[in-house]
């Protein structure tokens, strides 16, 4: 096999990073391993190993003849057999395929609203779907979705994993006091609900004022990044809320906090908490996507989408208790290293691609 990924953007999200993990640990599975970048790079590209194969199309238009033709003859000459298209890019990947028809397409679907499909627009993807030898979801509500709406029959779930080897990163230095950071490693987006994050920061500030949260990810300086911007000032939170945006060095960030929030109002499997396992962080989430299937009450807090106070109050006792902090954190720790480590999520994608089995 010799795969390659495609992604519209290297800005630091989740799908974004899981093409460049597979990019890279697919080096030493397959043949040749590749990555292509439709749209825009980002911080990511710092992270792709120099012995991936890649290309950037600097996609301008829907039909971008230049890019398209960049794109067919980068897959000609590295001899490309299979196409891992995620997200979006599922587009380029079938126009690939009519100038190149013995290239299999695998769609890989991040989508972080599985709480919402009923609104998810579908009719192009139906009809390309026609085209997929196989469909991963990262999620068992989007499998399920997959194989009602859409015209592929081998589809499963795989869920997104983490790479353990200690990276070499770019030092990058939180504000606030050391050893009292919660993080939310979480884009600026009303998905991810950082307004209800603020409320329970202003709760927290009145009785653990040394206490500060972080929100790391990727800004977009729009009409909800202002929002959250103003609210923090109007509960003159400055120095208990701060905004960093999109960082490359995500390892290091999440290692100088000692708690791990995500208060989203609908998610697929977020890689983010896979992070906070790695780093020993102790959570507080919202049950929704694949959250429920991970998190419960041997290693971490898991509230209901929206409910502030039970939220506030997972947050109050690890806060309190460092022991109990220390117990969750490690409990997840070993559970993401357990079931979402490399060597079995990568032995499963293997199989299913290359005999078509659609359970693991």
């Not at 890279?24 to 749209?39: D, E």
């Amino acid at each position: 096999m010799r795969i390659v990924q495609l992604i519209d953007s290297l800005e630091a999200g989740g799908a974004e990073r899981m093409a460049v993990n597979y990019a890279n640990t697919l080096l030493s599975y397959t043949k040749f391993s590749g990555l292509v970048v439709t749209r825009k790079e980002g911080l990511l590209k710092d992270k792709v190993k120099s012995d991936v194969g890649y290309l950037f199309l600097n996609r301008k238009k829907t039909l971008d003849f230049k890019a398209i033709l960049s794109l067919r003859n980068f897959l000609i000459a590295n001899k490309v057999t299979h196409i891992q298209a995620h997200s979006s890019s599922f587009f380029m990947a079938v126009i690939a395929k009519i100038f190149i028809p013995d290239l299999k397409i695998i769609w890989h679907d991040h989508y972080g609203k599985a709480e919402q499909l009923n609104d998810r627009s579908y009719f192009l993807l139906k009809l390309f779907s026609l085209f997929f030898y196989r469909i991963i979801s990262v999620n068992q509500i989007l499998k399920n979705w997959a194989e009602q709406k859409l015209w592929c029959s081998k589809v499963t779930y795989l869920p997104n994993f983490v790479m353990f080897e200690k990276e070499i990163e770019d030092p990058f230095e939180l504000k606030g006091v050391e050893g009292k950071r919660i993080i939310c490693l979480a884009n600026l987006r009303p998905q991810k609900n950082h307004d209800m994050l603020i409320d329970i920061a202003y709760e927290i500030a009145q009785e653990f004022p040394e206490w500060s949260f972080h929100f790391v990810g990727q800004d977009n300086n729009d009409d909800c990044s202002q929002k959250i911007r103003d609210k923090i000032r109007e509960f003159e939170l400055e120095d208990n809320v701060f905004i960093y945006g999109s960082v490359s060095s995500v390892q290091t960030v999440v290692e100088q906090c000692q708690i791990g929030v995500l208060s989203s109002v609908s998610e697929g499997l977020p890689l983010t908490l896979l992070e906070y396992g790695k780093a020993s962080l102790p959570v507080v989430v919202t049950a929704v996507g694949e959250i429920p299937s991970i998190i419960n009450e041997n290693n971490g807090f898991c509230v209901s989408s929206g409910d502030k106070y039970a939220f506030s109050q997972g947050l109050k006792q690890l806060i309190n208790d460092e022991i109990l902090r220390r117990k969750l954190g490690e409990h997840l720790k070993n559970k993401v290293e357990t079931e979402f480590g490399v060597k079995n999520i990568m032995a499963n994608f293997i199989s299913f691609v290359n005999h078509g089995r659609t359970s693991i």
